[in-house]
């Protein structure tokens, strides 16, 4: 084959059957995600010429990106970006990738906040920001603190919360779950790590060799963060105010027992997109 056959309809092709045949789900799209980076494109300008020849720099630039994305790399992080709910997030591998079932927790969020515009709020265990940011973003009043263990973590929150325009609202907490948090907030929000330890082992590759521990695994029994938080919120919350937490799948009933027996009233869940129980809602008594 000589270098000029190689056109953007061959090495998408050839992208897409390679990761395929690796057992990757969504091997067409991560192959014009990938392409488009290499090429410097908006991925949908890859079909404006699908039989434009690819210079000697670009295919070597696309074959790195494959043999990254053959090690299970999430393209997120190949890419440095994730979109999740209006905005994009830079995202490195000090964070978790955001997930569009956490859509769910953000607008629950934001029907809380039609009441509380101005916060203040908490977000436990911010990662990229993706929850607290989003709800800045959505809401001009709102002020918030962003906790979370990991340095590095907090440093991609800040970065994110430099590109929403919204970071003069923010304070970025170093620390265990609620040990920083101030208060008392008209909301809290978590979606902490929820696998058990024994887990770890079943998850698929991109997760288990390329997301940081800490943000997946809380304990034997992938409660110990909600139990954490549902025993010390209350002490940080207004009366009136509200615990939003995202659970794995299976586990929404124990959490809100948990809450109950914290002393969280008017008890919810709520469905994401898929059908899953994903997030539980509790209003600390007392408005
Ligand atoms: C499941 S990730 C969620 C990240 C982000 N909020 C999201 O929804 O994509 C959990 C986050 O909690 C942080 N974390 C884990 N244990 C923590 C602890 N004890 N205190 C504070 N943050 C913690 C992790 O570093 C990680 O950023």
Redo the contacts with the bound molecule.
């Keep these: 084959m000589t270098a000029e056959s190689w056109t953007v309809r061959r090495i998408l092709a050839w992208m897409q059957q390679d990761f395929a045949a690796r057992g990757i789900e969504s091997a067409r799209l991560d192959a014009e995600l990938l392409l488009a980076k290499a090429l410097d494109l908006p991925r949908m300008n890859l079909y404006l010429d699908l039989d434009r020849p690819l210079a000697p720099e670009e295919r070597s630039a696309a074959r790195d990106l494959v043999q990254r994305r053959r090690t299970r790399e999430p393209v997120a992080y190949i890419l440095g970006e994730r979109a999740?709910y209006k905005h994009t997030f830079v995202v490195s591998p000090?964070?978790?990738?955001?997930?569009p079932d956490?859509e769910t927790?953000v607008e629950r969020a934001l029907a809380r906040l039609e009441e509380d515009a101005e916060g203040p709020m908490l977000?436990?265990?911010?990662?990229?920001?993706?929850?607290?940011l989003s709800l800045l973003a959505e809401r001009p009043e709102l002020v918030a603190d962003l906790?979370?263990?990991?340095p590095d973590?907090l440093d991609v929150a800040r970065r994110n919360a430099e590109r929403l325009a919204v970071a003069e609202r923010a304070r970025f907490l170093e620390?265990?779950?609620?040990?920083p948090a101030a208060g008392p907030y008209a909301l809290i929000?978590?979606?902490?790590?929820?696998l058990r330890e024994d887990e770890l082992g079943d998850v698929e590759a991109d997760v288990r060799d390329h997301e940081?521990h800490?943000?997946?695994v809380?304990g034997v029994d992938g409660l110990e963060?909600h139990r954490?938080l549902a025993a010390g919120a209350g002490a940080h919350l207004r009366p009136g105010g509200a615990l939003l937490l995202?659970v794995g799948a299976g586990q929404a009933q124990d959490v809100k027992a948990l809450l109950a027996s914290a002393g969280f009233r008017t008890l919810a869940v709520h469905r994401d997109l898929g059908g899953v129980e994903r997030v539980v809602e509790g209003t600390w008594p007392g408005a």
Aim: aromatic letters at 4%; charged letters at 15%; hydrophobic letters at 45%.
């Design positions: 999740f000090a964070v978790l990738v955001p997930r956490t927790l977000d436990v265990g911010t990662g990229s920001g993706c929850i607290g906790v979370d263990l990991s973590a620390g265990d779950l609620l040990a929000t978590s979606n902490p790590p929820y940081p800490l943000a997946l809380a963060a954490r995202e």
